[in-house]
T-cell receptor
Framework: GAVVSQHPSWVICKSGTSVKIECRSL??????MFWYRQFPKQSLMLMAT?????????EQGVEKDKFLINHASLTLSTLTVTSAHPEDSSFYIC????????????????FGPGTRLTVL | AQKVTQAQTEISVVEKEDVTLDCVYE???????LFWYKQPPSGELVFLIR??????QNEISGRYSWNFQKSTSSFNFTITASQVVDSAVYFC???????????FGGGTRVLVKP
């Protein structure tokens, strides 16, 4: 149990285009989802936290107009990178947590497999 | 504020050697959870262990063992008799019990040579 999927697993796009990444909790309802970005040979950096049905909370330094997050249902969150540029090329990882679901008492997050974005 | 420090950026060992990864954390909270994750070249984070702040018992799982010492705010991880498949980046992470934000250390890249 507690499986999180991401789609696509990798994407290559031209500079200036927008890219949407989906994060789904497959076997539990995710009240909260998180989006991380990881540059090569670096750690994961939290970009934003989203609760179902409400606006995402962005970390300092993350442009909310560039990285649009929608958490419309308890099993789906999307991250849209708008007008992508080469510096947005990175590995994007989502995670999900439920206050009612598996291992909720441990405040544990379940991670998706990641999406590698390359902007040419 | 929370902070997790993994002082070793890269460790290279020969197969069958033991390797210990250090993790030191800072938090003002009395109740928190510590995690270790493995990130192989594929990129997917693999959960290894969770430990809550009130449980200082060491844990062993196969070739993996963990040493949690609250007095020194450390949660070290040892791989015994390393194998090539252990080559990956390992992350230590911390979250307070009632919090949202999982704080990661910088990661330690382990390279196990045959």
């Amino acid at each position: 149990g507690a499986v999180v999927s991401q789609h696509p697993s990798w994407v290559i796009c031209k500079s200036g285009t927008s890219v949407k990444i989906e994060c789904r909790s497959l076997d539990f309802q995710a009240t909260t989802m998180f989006w991380y970005r990881q540059f090569p040979k670096q750690s994961l950096m939290l970009m934003a936290t989203s609760n179902e049905g409400s606006k995402a909370t962005y970390e300092q330094g993350v442009e909310k107009d560039k990285f649009l997050i929608n958490h419309a249902s308890l099993t789906l969150s999307t991250l849209t990178v708008t007008s992508a540029h080469p510096e947005d090329s990175s590995f994007y990882i989502c995670s999900a947590r439920s206050i009612l679901g598996p291992r909720s008492s441990y405040n544990e997050q379940f991670f998706g497999p990641g999406t590698r974005l390359t902007v040419l | 504020a929370q902070k997790v420090t993994q002082a070793q950026t890269e460790i290279s060992v020969v197969e069958k050697e033991d390797v210990t990864l250090d993790c030191v954390y800072e938090t003002r909270d009395t109740t928190y959870y510590l995690f270790w994750y493995k990130q192989p070249p594929s990129g997917e984070l693999v959960f290894l262990i969770r430990r809550n702040s009130f449980d200082e018992q060491n844990e062993i799982s196969g070739r993996y063992s963990w040493n949690f010492q609250k007095s020194t705010s450390s949660f070290n991880f040892t791989i015994t008799a390393s194998q090539v498949v252990d080559s990956a980046v390992y992350f230590c992470a911390l979250i307070k019990a009632a919090g949202n934000k999982l704080t990661f250390g910088g990661g330690t890249r382990v390279l196990v040579k045959p």
